[in-house]
């Protein structure tokens, strides 16, 4: 009788521990996400914040500290699309390449997987979700 009492409990714990991993799984893929959407904005406001508090800013001081990291913000915004550029640029020569090495199957399969990226990656972008897809890969080349 015992044992199903320290089974029921040791279940219940178990149980705990695993809904309690997922909620915060689920929280920080959730931070990830609004960080990703915002970017500098959420950084910026992160770091007022935390300068706010660290060094006891007066009102007028934090007001000034929020000012400036505005002012700052556009330049960041710039900064941020044009390393994803630079990064978009990098993906798309690889992609030639590694078709070349792949069987029509598997072009075809490559091709469906980057659609699917594409489109997942747009609906994370506002505003870009009603966009057409750009074209990310050449057509696949007739085996040789």
Do not use: C
């Not at 044009?82 to 798309?92: A, G, P, T, V, Y």
């Not at 994370?124 to 897809?133: C, D, L, V």
């Amino acid at each position: 009788m015992r044992w199903r009492l320290y089974s029921g409990i040791g279940a219940i714990f178990v149980l705990g521990s695993v809904a309690g991993g997922m909620i915060g799984i689920n929280a920080e893929r959730e931070r990830l996400r609004k960080f990703e959407r915002e970017g500098p904005a959420l950084l910026m406001d992160g770091l007022a914040k935390r300068l706010e508090d660290e060094l006891k800013l007066d009102p007028v001081q934090s007001r000034r500290v929020k000012e400036i990291y505005a002012a700052t913000r556009p330049q960041l915004l710039q900064m941020e699309r044009e390393r994803r550029h630079r990064l978009r640029q990098m993906l798309d020569a690889t992609q030639p390449q590694i078709l070349e090495i792949l069987t029509p199957p598997q072009q075809e399969r490559y091709q469906q997987l980057q659609q699917k990226l594409q489109l997942r990656l747009r609906l994370r972008e506002p505003g870009k979700a009603h966009e057409p897809p750009p074209t990310m890969l050449p057509p696949a080349a007739p085996p040789t």
